[in-house]
């Protein structure tokens, strides 16, 4: 069973940085596509981040290229996601979202996702 779990969300003010994590089980780590979406009140789901688990393929919303890094240590079963630079316009509840197969898809579509985590809520103050 594909088990997902977030964690570090949490307050900070504009400026300020956060790392978030994704514990993964029930499947191969190293063998993945990987990512991390994101969801405010009222507005669609949207796609912040992924990688492939097994290279260094990344791809990253154009809203946050350039500010957050998505990684993995596939010996710990971990993915983060580096946030730095926040603004308020990041508040949203951020999930971790896998699919096993070999490569990731090069859009952020939430669809194309199988298995997600319950989320972990970051707030940033300006």
């Known amino acids: 069973q594909v088990r997902l779990l977030e964690s570090g969300g949490g307050s900070v003010q504009a400026g300020g940085s956060l790392r978030l994590s994704c514990s993964g089980s029930?499947?191969?780590?190293?063998?993945?596509?990987m990512g991390w979406f994101r969801q405010a009140p009222g507005k669609e789901r949207e796609g912040v981040a992924s990688?492939?688990?097994?290279?260094?393929?990344?791809y990253y919303g154009h809203s946050v290229e350039g500010r957050f890094t998505i990684s993995q240590d596939n010996a710990k079963n971990k993915l983060y996601l580096q946030m730095t630079e926040l603004r308020p316009e990041d508040t949203a509840m951020y999930y971790c979202?896998?699919?096993?197969?070999?490569?990731?898809?090069?859009?952020?579509?939430?669809?194309?996702?199988?298995?997600w985590g319950q989320g972990t809520q970051v707030t940033v103050s300006s």
């Open positions: 990688i492939y688990t097994g290279g260094v393929t990344t």
């Open positions: 029930g499947y191969t780590f190293d063998s993945a596509c």
């Open positions: 979202a896998a699919i096993t197969q070999y490569w990731c898809p090069p859009r952020l579509e939430a669809a194309e996702f199988t298995y």
